[in-house]
């Protein structure tokens, strides 16, 4: 960290904030240059409020080095996270997909979509039971009735469950899930992500509306924080100023994120696009970019679809779509996983 020191900055002042500053175990360095004096901060300053440097009248601006997230960041641990749900290596050198509908809507809709899913070759089926709607007069989700049938579609077809978690008053329901689904809405309720970082569950955690890739990795850093290093990150697009999408795609993302961290990284498709006919063209780019896995919204019958029916892919859509996502990942070099 390097705090530039106003030119006006008295002595006195600036041996008192040098001493305020090491009682965070740093060594600070003043240097003294021509035009400007700054003071570099050695050690770990991830614990160093800069808001708390800002205050001080002598300093003019704080600059930071060092990213403020260290359990996820890449530069402290070279190698993958490889996470193994349920036999599936998920953020290694296969490619996973996550399939299945927004929401959870009975035994049969369920069932009926996970065995079409899984025929097509997804390799984890998702499914609302908790649902974060816009208007409290849309569908809100089976909830624990959810829960109970998607563990019924995992005996059925053997395919791992992820589902989204809105209250840590829920935790209870979700020890049998597979993986933990933090949705957009709640990236940064900190006191979920700090309850989920107590647990032992791989955590999917969904980048925010409007976050930066730096706020969704220190979201990550607030699971990681408390123990659990089971965390996946998903780019399932951003707002923007474009109205024909639902969200942007934020391509990029995937591949800075890959560069970043060393946590597997998941693309959503289609809440990124809201568009039917863009999953599959997004699909493709995420896995040209490097994703781990890909989330899709597939429905048996979208057109009846309690929530996001125009985004939701048809079982043979989404069987179309799955033929050119294999091919386009075995030539990355990360095939999609075989499931028995
Ligand atoms: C979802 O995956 O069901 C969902 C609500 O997505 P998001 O949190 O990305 O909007
Ligand atoms: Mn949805």
């Known amino acids: 960290m390097v705090i530039v020191l106003k030119n006006n900055a008295t002595k006195q002042q600036v041996s008192e904030l040098i001493g305020r500053l090491e009682k965070n175990n740093v060594r600070a360095n003043l240097v003294e240059g021509v035009h400007s004096n700054i003071i570099g901060l050695i050690g770990d300053t991830v614990h160093i409020d800069i808001e708390a440097i800002l205050a001080n009248e002598c300093v003019e601006t ?19 996270t490889v996470l193994d749900i349920c036999g599936r290596l998920t953020g290694g050198d296969r490619t996973q997909v996550i399939a299945g509908p927004c929401s959870v809507e009975s035994e049969k809709q369920l069932i009926e979509t996970a065995q079409a899913c899984k025929q097509a070759g997804a390799t984890m089926l998702r499914g609302g039971a908790f649902k974060p709607r816009t208007s409290p007069y849309s569908f809100q989700g089976l909830r624990e009735e959810g829960i109970k049938i998607l563990l019924k579609a995992k005996k059925e077809t053997g395919l791992p469950v992820v589902t989204e978690i809105m209250s840590l008053a829920h935790l209870d329901m979700f020890s049998d899930v597979d993986v933990i689904q933090v949705g957009a809405r709640n990236m940064q309720n900190f006191e979920l992500l700090k309850a989920l970082g107590r647990c032992d569950k791989p955590i999917l955690l969904k980048r925010g509306l409007s976050s930066t890739l730096e706020e969704l990795l220190m979201s990550a850093e ?38 970043k961290s060393h946590l597997p990284v998941v693309v959503d498709p289609s809440h990124a696009t809201g568009l039917v006919k ?14 781990d896995a890909l989330e899709i919204e597939v429905h048996c019958d979208p057109k009846n679809a309690l929530s996001d029916g125009s985004q939701q892919l048809t079982p043979q859509a989404f069987a179309e779509c799955m033929v050119k996502i294999k091919a386009l990942a075995q030539f990355m070099g990360k095939p999609v996983d075989s499931v028995e």
């Open 62 to 80: 704080v600059r930071r080095v060092q990213e403020p997230y260290k359990n996820a960041n890449r530069k402290f641990h070279p190698d993958n």
């Open 222 to 259: 607030y699971i990681m924080s408390e123990g659990n290093s089971k965390v996946i990150l998903c780019e399932r697009g951003i707002r923007t100023f474009e109205p024909m999408t639902r969200n942007t795609l934020d391509i990029s993302a995937v591949a800075l994120l890959k560069q």
């Open 278 to 291: 863009l999953v599959e063209p997004m699909s493709l780019a995420a896995v040209a970019a490097g994703c």
